[in-house]
């Protein structure tokens, strides 16, 4: 059975930085694309960037591009995402998934809140 266990997120002013962490198991995660979502309230969950099983091609989200890096290791079935320069606009629940996304690999996400 697949567990995703999103983690990281938490409370921080306009213009700092934090670091979420996706852990994947039960499943063979070097070859999977791996892509993080979010949610702010009252709207869809959104693909905000995305990595491929070499960790070489990546894509963002025109308003994340330049802010945030996602990287992963596949020796220890991670995927993360280095949230710089964070801004209120960035509040939201951030998820972890494949990609074509698996519904049933939804996992709690991690809250993440920006503000003074």
């Known amino acids: 059975q697949v567990q995703v266990v999103e983690s990281g997120g938490g409370l921080v002013q306009p213009g700092g930085s934090l670091r979420l962490s996706c852990a994947v198991s039960?499943?063979?995660?070097?070859?999977?694309?791996m892509g993080w979502f979010r949610q702010a309230p009252g709207q869809e969950r959104d693909l905000i960037a995305d990595?491929?099983?070499?960790?070489?091609?990546?894509y963002y989200r025109g308003y994340v591009q330049g802010r945030f890096i996602i990287s992963r290791d596949n020796a220890k079935n991670m995927v993360y995402l280095q949230l710089n320069s964070l801004e209120p606009e960035d509040t939201a629940v951030y998820y972890c998934?494949?990609?074509?996304?698996?519904?049933?690999?939804w996992g709690q996400g991690t809250q993440v809140t920006v503000s003074s």
């Open positions: 998934n494949t990609l074509p996304v698996q519904p049933n690999y």
């Open positions: 039960g499943r063979n995660f070097i070859s999977s694309l």
């Open positions: 990595i491929d099983w070499s960790g070489r091609s990546t």
